[in-house]
């Protein structure tokens, strides 16, 4: 079975479209890798994060603010598909 991605994002905050075109780039890098993206609204104001199945790999608070697409990304292949090219996002 493929892992899953959740963000979870804060509505009140207007996360919503930012989680939207985070889970689209996650979803057509890792298109062969990933089992889905979920976007999970938070009750808690201000709440931003993103996990790789259990693991934590973003949290808005301790990682400070949101991550570049190019560093998510790394994350991500780093966990699931270390040997895959990211081409200019490696670089």
């Avoid at 963000?7 to 996360?15: D, F, L, N, R, V």
């Avoid at 993103?50 to 934590?56: A, M, P, Q, S, T």
Wanted: proline share 5%; hydrophobic share 35%; aromatic share 8%.
């Amino acid at each position: 079975m493929k892992p899953v991605i959740k963000i979870i994002y804060c509505p009140k905050c207007g996360w919503l479209l930012r989680s939207s075109w985070m889970a689209q780039e996650l979803l057509t890098t890792f298109q062969d890798e990933l089992g889905g993206v979920t976007l999970c609204p938070s009750d808690t104001s201000g709440h931003f994060s993103i996990h790789l199945e259990e693991k934590l790999i973003w949290d808005r608070k301790s990682d400070g603010g949101f991550p570049e697409i190019k560093i998510l990304k790394q994350r991500v292949r780093d966990l699931i598909a270390p040997d895959k090219n990211l081409g200019h996002s490696d670089r």
